[in-house]
């Protein structure tokens, strides 16, 4: 350093304003470039300028320049057109990783019970992963809701006991993007969702398009998608009074948008909003909601709330129901909160 002090440890990264060394003494220390008098790094260090070239080789560091050794010979460039330091190692696990490898998310999971003069049961699952290289992005995700709620008529002999399904939704699905530049990337995902009580038995989404980075920051990442979906819905519905099978086909937009923030050091909010404009028939949409927070409590234990709204201008007018025909509303709104568990990270 240039106060005289001399650091050792690993190389971890640096992108052409800071370093950061790991030490056994000090864990991870960040170190000002500016402040850095020389430096030494062995073994095969990744260095990417500004002008978009790459070298790998041993580093060394002195008086504002870098030096890489390469096999071809001895790169120099100055330090201020420096964009990424890395250790080839840790680079290549992040451009070509397997399939199975550096997959991170969560597992959620929410229960609550009464007894006495109610008896209610609600269970709320859920699981969101993702896997990110340098070029590519491969996420999953599933949830399923369901409550009951049971009622005891006293006055009969014997009692009779009733029980209602109170909620009863499941869905899931994956999604596939790849960067074409700094900026744009391309997409392709696959949802599936089902709601009972709507009595939509499946509701099959395919879509494919183009997004745009808008926002590319380690605090804050803002998406916007655009494309087309494919979209095949199966209700079971009511046909003068008979319980029937109502399916279609929908082909329609899909615009949206994607926006993560890292609210301090321990809360991460997602927001997603998606509009589906039907191009068979004018003025009919299907549109999600979705808002979620993640709060770490301690190490891989977290808590998450999370809250949904689905809404479709058409759903059928008329839904079968534990044999009962009943009115079908536009929207589901959904809310959970419970504790998170996190794998990879």
Avoid: C
Avoid at 44 to 57: D, H, L, P, W, Y
Avoid at 115 to 137: E, F, I, P, V
Avoid at 197 to 207: E, G, M
Avoid at 287 to 302: C, E, R
């Amino acid at each position: 350093m240039k106060n005289g002090d001399r650091l050792t440890g690993t190389f971890v990264k640096s992108d052409g304003k800071t370093l950061v060394l790991h030490t056994d003494y000090a864990g991870d220390v960040t170190l000002n470039w500016s402040a850095i008098a020389s430096m030494q790094a062995g073994g095969k260090i990744r260095v990417e300028s500004q002008a978009g070239k790459t070298a790998v080789g041993p580093v060394t560091a002195s008086g504002g320049k870098l030096e890489v050794g390469t096999s071809s010979g001895q790169v120099e460039l100055p330090i201020s057109k420096v964009t990424a330091l890395s250790q080839e190692s840790e680079y290549e696990k992040t451009a070509h990783p397997s399939l199975l490898q550096d997959w991170k998310g969560g597992v959620n999971a929410g229960f609550s019970l009464t007894a006495g003069n109610s008896q209610t049961r609600n269970l709320a699952l859920g699981l969101l992963a993702a896997r990110q290289t340098l070029n590519d992005k491969l996420s999953a995700y599933a949830n399923s809701v369901y409550a009951t709620s049971q009622t005891t008529i006293t006055t009969t002999s014997p009692p009779t006991t009733i029980t209602a399904t109170t909620a009863n939704t499941a869905g899931g699905g994956a999604r596939y993007d790849r960067n074409f530049s700094a900026k744009w990337f391309g997409f392709g995902s696959a949802d599936f969702f089902a709601n009972s009580l709507q009595s939509l038995d499946l509701r099959s989404a395919f879509s494919g398009g183009l997004g745009y980075h808008a926002i590319q920051s380690d605090r804050t990442t803002l998406d916007l998608l655009g494309g087309l979906n494919y979209t095949h819905e199966s209700y079971a519905i009511s046909l003068s009074g008979k319980p029937s099978t109502l399916s279609r086909n929908r082909v329609a937009l899909t615009l949206g948008e994607e926006l993560m923030h890292k609210l301090g050091t321990s809360t991460v909010l997602n927001q997603r909003l998606q509009f589906f404009p039907d191009l068979n028939r004018a003025g009919d949409f299907r549109a999600t909601f979705d808002f979620a927070s993640v709060t770490k409590i301690y190490k891989h234990l977290g808590w998450q709330n999370s809250f949904s709204d689905i809404y479709v201008t058409d759903p059928p007018a008329g839904t079968v129901q534990n044999g009962v025909i009943v009115k079908t509303k536009r929207n589901d709104v959904i809310l959970t909160t419970g504790l998170t568990v996190s794998f990879g990270q």
